[in-house]
């Protein structure tokens, strides 16, 4: 991903004035609404067009999110011998012999070592959730901060590295803490943008357990951008998806930055 700047996440960024969303890879892109008359208890997420109140839209929204899987082990399988066939191709193409002695392996080396790389494919978020969703009268922010994320730019097929911080401000119910750490990695091991993938882990997150309000951040480095155009060794990228109460409400907000910081 060419990125030749920060996407950083500033207080004072413009927010969407509409009050629709959309469907991103299965998810529904859509703010938690704040609770009215204080009674604490945030809003499901609407799908576009539904009336407010519509359960059942929403419910074919979580639908496609429980069901999401696009590849299995039996895939991988079969996909094999085709994945190393291409890179034999790459090789001849770079103007090696994919015969010589030091590259005779490499081709299937490369393409177990691709499919691990991408095996987010392989995983659904509900599997993972499923038995770690706890009812909990807790209403104060919990963050897990500096999970280790690995993850392949989809426009060059380099590493993308660096960490995600986490918030969420519990609605009677909470996650358990390493499942966090498990929806970065099913999301990261994929071919990934970074700004999807800051969006995709919180709308999942919001989507399980319907919280109050939800903030991710990432910051990570791009091999697109180290070891190849503008070769910036020390560059960043910092993205940020702010839903509920943390994108409307600057004290909580601010509270979440400041912690993930200190």
């Known amino acids: 991903m060419d990125h030749s700047k920060q996407t950083q996440y500033s207080a004072n960024e413009k927010k969407d004035t509409g009050d629709g969303g959309s469907v991103l890879n299965g998810h529904f892109d859509g703010m938690v609404k704040r609770p009215s008359g204080g009674t604490g208890r945030a809003a499901a997420p609407q799908p576009p067009g539904a009336e407010p109140g519509s359960h059942r839209a929403t419910s074919s929204v979580m639908e496609s999110w429980k069901e999401e899987r696009t590849r299995s082990v039996e895939d991988n399988e079969m996909s094999l011998p085709s994945l ?11 103007g090696e012999d994919p015969q010589r002695q030091g590259l005779l392996k490499t081709p ?3 393409a ?3 499919q691990f790389f991408t095996k987010g494919y392989q995983e659904k978020i509900i599997d993972v959730l499923n038995d770690a969703i706890f009812d ?5 922010m919990v963050i897990v901060k500096d999970i ?5 730019c989809e426009h060059h097929l380099v590493p993308i590295f660096g960490r995600v911080h986490i918030g969420y401000l ?17 999301y990261s091991r994929r071919l990934q943008v970074q700004e999807r993938l800051t969006k ?4 999942a997150i919001t989507e399980a357990l319907q919280p109050t309000g939800v903030g991710v951040v990432i910051e990570a480095t791009h091999m697109c951008m180290v070891m190849r155009g503008v070769q910036k060794m020390n560059s960043k990228t910092v993205t940020s998806t702010m ?20």
Not at 136 to 140: F, K, T
Not at 148 to 152: G, I, L, P, V
Not at 170 to 186: F, H, M, T, W
């Open 84 to 94: 190393a066939a291409a890179y034999s191709t790459i090789l001849r193409g770079l």
């Open 243 to 262: 839903l509920g109460v943390f994108r409307e409400d600057p004290k909580t907000r601010d509270e979440f930055l400041t912690l993930i910081r200190s």
């Open 136 to 140: 909990e009268d807790h209403d104060e």
């Open 170 to 186: 519990p609605n009677k119910r909470v996650l358990g803490l390493s499942k966090l750490a498990r929806i970065v990695e099913i």
């Open 148 to 152: 280790d994320m690995f993850s392949m």
């Open 112 to 114: 177990t070592a691709m």
């Open 200 to 203: 995709q882990i919180a709308v």
């Open 108 to 110: 299937w080396r490369a």
